[in-house]
């Protein structure tokens, strides 16, 4: 076993054991608990972007042969609302980010009528797939891993930050293990 599946497995299972990094969150408006301030922990990642966003650990993972940082990537979200709920497809805008915060894959806005599929210089596919109503979450599948921007991890964290709608689009960040 690798030591990068070792400790994933382990951070997995034994995650109230971890030590965690909080950071001070600033909410522009006031939340459903009436804070305009909370705490986010997590478990921080090498590279300039990971599930635990942004983080001060900055490093310079070298790449592969297929030019990218592999073990965290991330993938950025825009999920834009229907124009005509009752004919129009969804649109999306999709951003994939190497360990080290660098863009390996993309697609530009673009209309989605179904499961579609992103790569560049990943060896896999991603692929998105928009649901079929506004609260629907986004199904992910990547190298044999599937999710729903909506699920969470046994501590009750969710597995991706999914922002409201906000002047018809919503903004969605999601980690994932890529080689």
């Known amino acids: 076993m690798r030591v990068e599946d070792y400790l994933l497995d382990w951070i997995k299972k034994d995650n109230d054991n971890i030590p965690k990094v909080c950071v001070e969150v ?5 939340g459903k608990d009436g804070k305009t301030k909370d705490w986010y922990c997590g478990v921080p990642k090498a590279g300039k972007s990971g599930e635990f966003g942004d983080n001060t650990f900055d490093s310079n993972i070298p790449q592969n042969d297929k030019g990218y940082a592999t073990t965290a990537c991330a993938v950025h979200i825009t999920h834009y609302q229907k124009p005509d709920p009752s004919k129009d497809p969804y649109s999306l805008a ?27 210089k990943l060896p896999y596919y991603l692929i998105v797939d928009p649901g079929k109503v506004d609260a629907d979450p986004i199904s992910v599948k990547y190298a044999g891993e599937s999710w729903k921007t909506d699920d ?4 009750g964290t969710g597995r991706c930050g999914v922002g409201a709608y906000d002047n018809g689009k919503r903004e969605i960040d999601c980690g994932f293990h890529c080689e």
Request: proline share 6%; hydrophobic share 30%; net charge negative.
């Open 26 to 30: 600033d909410y522009d408006a006031v």
């Open 94 to 120: 999709v951003s994939i980010k190497d360990a080290n915060g660098d863009e390996i894959g993309k697609l530009d806005k673009t209309e989605i009528r179904g499961p579609t599929n992103i790569r560049d």
């Open 152 to 155: 969470l991890y046994p501590d």
